[in-house]
């Protein structure tokens, strides 16, 4: 069955700074077919058009204001059974797909998953960076309230949303080529190593995306773990970095209320460059190419150079990654806290990908000296 067209909002470039959001336009976009089928059998309601856009703000003083209050977070891993014997016995089975990173959990309903479960999840994505779950019968609103477990949910104030459903975003690679065409050789912005939300006062824990239509051959997502990153530093290039802070910037820009002509400007906050988890207790590298401005304290030259060591121990020690191939109906959840993920764009002019997303607010970052690496806590040679 050809897939049915749909009638999508699309933003127009701002013409003017007079106005706080921005203008849609409306045009059609053929909607996959088991993407249609799983958002109908929800009660999603598509005759007003798909996805739902937020009045995303224009000036860089309103988008900080946004979520611009520490919050309080306890992390539903702290308080799991270390065993997670509810969680393990309830499965078919437990398969740890690489040694550092990654495990699939066969013969669970996500949406199935008692409160201890669910904690005992959370603790288990903390130890293996990234769970999934093949399978899923899940609803948009059923991912929401997973994630509202896991922390407060983000609304993000740029990304078209399922309608009706705020915090379930949209991944849908045909909807963002109308705004950002995507090639061989210029793929899409996922394209690229990077930690969701590094902005944030309070950045990116949980993150669950469930692809309810993924092309046969193509669009596998890649995650490399900041445990293990950290572990494959010297000793002494550690205490180097251990306690160094950095900026850290959003991936949108907006406008200088008062110099609208200054340019794109970014939100940018400051972290620690290792940090702690806590609910494992273990230091993570905690940096990404495409939002890691600079280290504090440091002259721009001296900063670079940490940064792309950092980055390249990241993204180039192959066996601390995992590179997923998805099947339909798949949920990956993983910590934006402790890794760092890429998209492979390499289904250009092919089968459609659509999926939805529901990311979870975690802790404020911080660094503990006496906290252990994953391979001292687990008792292992770093040699």
């Not at 702290?78 to 690489?98: P, Q």
């Not at 290792?274 to 900063?303: C, Q, Y």
Request: aromatic fraction near 8%; avoid cysteine.
């Amino acid at each position: 069955m050809a897939p049915s067209a749909i009638e999508v909002q699309d933003p127009l470039p701002i013409a003017s700074h007079i106005k706080d959001v921005r203008i849609p336009k409306k045009d059609t976009l053929p909607l996959p077919q088991a993407a249609r089928t799983r958002l109908e059998a929800a009660g999603i309601d598509l005759s007003k058009g798909y996805p739902e856009r937020p009045a995303a703000p224009l000036f860089l003083d309103d988008a900080i204001s946004i979520r611009n209050v520490e919050r309080e977070h306890i992390d539903a891993g702290a308080r799991a059974d270390k065993s997670k014997s509810a969680l393990f016995r309830a499965a078919k089975e437990v398969i740890n797909l690489t040694s550092h990173i990654g495990t699939e959990i066969v013969g669970l309903q996500l949406k199935d998953l008692t409160d201890q479960q669910r904690d005992e999840l959370a603790l288990l994505i903390a130890e293996r960076t990234v769970v999934f779950f093949r399978d899923q019968d899940i609803t948009p609103q059923q991912q929401k309230s997973l994630g509202e477990h896991f922390g407060e949910v983000e609304i993000h104030p740029q990304v078209p949303h399922v309608p009706g459903v705020p915090g379930v975003t949209i991944i849908w690679p045909a909807l963002m080529a109308t705004e950002r065409s995507a090639s061989f050789r210029n793929p899409g912005g996922a394209a690229r190593w990077h930690t969701d939300l590094v902005h944030e006062l309070n950045p990116a824990g949980i993150t669950h995306l469930h692809n309810d239509t993924v092309p046969t051959v193509g669009g596998d997502t890649l995650w490399a773990s900041g445990y293990s990153a950290y572990n494959k530093l010297s000793p002494d290039f550690r205490k180097i970095i251990d306690g160094k802070k950095a900026i850290y910037r959003s991936a949108h820009t907006y406008l200088d209320r008062n110099d609208p002509n200054a340019g794109p400007q970014h939100i940018e906050r400051i972290h620690p460059l290792v940090r702690v988890h806590p609910a494992t207790g273990w230091k993570s590298l905690f940096v990404n190419r495409a939002m890691t401005k600079s280290i504090v304290g440091l002259d721009k030259a001296e900063s670079d150079v940490i940064l792309n060591y950092l980055y390249d121990v990241y993204e180039k020690n192959v066996d601390i990654q995992l590179r997923f191939k998805w099947t339909p109906r798949t949920s990956a959840l993983w910590d934006n806290r402790i890794s760092i993920h890429n998209a492979s764009w390499d289904y250009e002019n092919g089968e459609p990908r659509h999926g939805t997303r529901v990311t979870s607010l975690a802790e404020k970052p911080y660094f503990d000296a006496s906290a252990p690496s994953r391979r001292e806590a687990l008792g292992l040679e770093d040699n």
